[in-house]
C-alpha cells in the first residue's frame, strides 16, 4: 500500500498538478491538428479519470473520414523535442483498441491503464493515427508540455 500511495502521489504531482481527477471528475485534453492534409476538420478531446491505480482514458472525436478505421496510442515524451510533445516523436506506452469513426465522421473509444504506464514522461501525448498507413497522425492531444 505505501508503494501504491507514493506512485499515486507522484502521478498527481508531475503530471496532472490538481486532485480533479481523484475527485473522479477527470482531467481533459484538447487534440490538435497536425500540420498536414488528413482529416482536416479532424479533432476532439481526451478525458482521463482515475480509479485506483488504474487511468481510463475516453477519446471522443469528429471530423474523422466516415467509416475510416484508426488506431490511438499515448506516447512517452521522445528525443525529437523536449518542448512540443507532438513533435517529440516518442514510443508507444499503452494502445487504445482499434475503433472505427461512424457514418458522420465521429468516434469514441476507451482505454483503462496501469497509471504507471502514462505517469510523467511515459504519457506526454496521444496520438490518432490511420490503421491503414500509422505514420499518417492527423491529430494529436498533448499531455505533458515539458520533457523532465
Ligand atoms: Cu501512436
Redesign the pocket.
Known amino acids: 500500500m505505501i508503494v501504491q500511495k507514493s506512485v499515486l502521489g507522484l502521478f498527481t504531482a508531475t503530471l496532472l498538478g490538481s486532485c480533479s481527477m481523484m475527485m473522479g471528475q477527470g482531467t481533459t485534453y484538447n487534440f490538435k491538428h497536425n500540420p498536414n492534409a488528413a482529416d482536416p476538420a479532424a479533432m476532439g478531446r481526451a478525458v482521463a479519470t482515475m480509479d485506483g491505480s488504474m487511468v481510463s482514458t475516453t477519446l471522443s472525436l469528429s471530423g474523422l473520414t466516415p467509416g475510416k478505421a484508426y ?3 499515448y ?1 512517452a515524451f521522445g528525443p525529437a523535442s523536449s518542448t512540443d510533445p507532438c513533435a517529440s516523436s516518442g514510443p ?1 506506452t499503452l494502445g487504445f483498441p482499434n475503433f472505427s469513426a461512424d457514418a458522420n465522421g465521429n468516434a469514441s473509444v476507451t482505454v483503462k491503464g496501469d497509471m504507471t504506464k502514462i505517469m510523467g514522461d511515459m504519457g506526454a501525448y496521444i ?1 490518432v ?1 490511420y490503421a491503414s498507413d ?1 505514420s499518417v ?1 492527423p491529430i494529436c492531444a498533448p499531455v505533458k508540455m515539458t520533457k523532465g
Request: charge should be neutral.
Open positions: 488506431i490511438a496510442h506516447h508507444v496520438n493515427h500509422p497522425v
